[in-house]
């Protein structure tokens, strides 16, 4: 090895130690028998995670943690994958940029922005304060990255399979439905992921449109931090961590099981 590629070596293990050193810094600390954020840990425990299942104000954050990332990840994956299918059939080359640009937006629109913009807009039609409309500003974000991803998968497949399909006698919505879909499940399934992540992850928009009653884990840690500072806000951090490291695992294993197929 030459002293170019060590360099990159060390490089490249220098950045995922800078990306990680929080995490490593954080996770032990919701093992903590201690009151405080603090090293040395004085003794190991499992009782700021016991906090998370008995605690109301906590069990009731992941709960609609799920219930909003679930309704999320439906809607957007509909919505995006349609779109996705839009934009490659059916849009000429100057139509085609344009809208990906506004289906992209909201990825680059400040969140505070879409907060207030959101808010006067549900207060209009009484969507305030209200599950649907926590899902539907979720799902604003979440949009993109299911367009993306199932635009990118859809462009790579060869259009001849589908001509053949329908060369056959079958309808179009056959060769949809047994054909471009399963051919675009890789697309599908990653896009999903992305935008469950996106609503698990969301506060901006959660603190505009939610109210007592929907407060997400992600609201609930951000509130901690501002009123008292626990170690169960690194509990909820190890369960972010670990969930976000489990779905990343079903992605890798269904696009492996796909690709045999």
Known sequence: MNGLNVAKVVFGAAIMFFLLAPLIAILPLSFTDSVFLNYPIPAYSTRWFNELVTADVWRRSIVNSLIIGSGTTALATVLGTLGALGLRNHASFWSLSFIRTAFLLPMVVPAVVLGVGMQLMFARYNLTNSYLGVIIAHTVLAVPFVVINVLSVLQAIDPRLEQAAASLGAHPVTVLARVTLPLA???IISGAVFAFAT???????????????????ARQMFSSIRENISPAIAAAAFVFIVGTIFVALILILSRKSLARR
Request: hydrophobic share 45%.
């Open 185 to 187: 499940l890789p697309g």
């Open 199 to 217: 609503s698990l992850d969301e506060v901006v928009l959660t603190l505009f449109v939610a109210g007592p009653n929907q407060r997400t884990l």
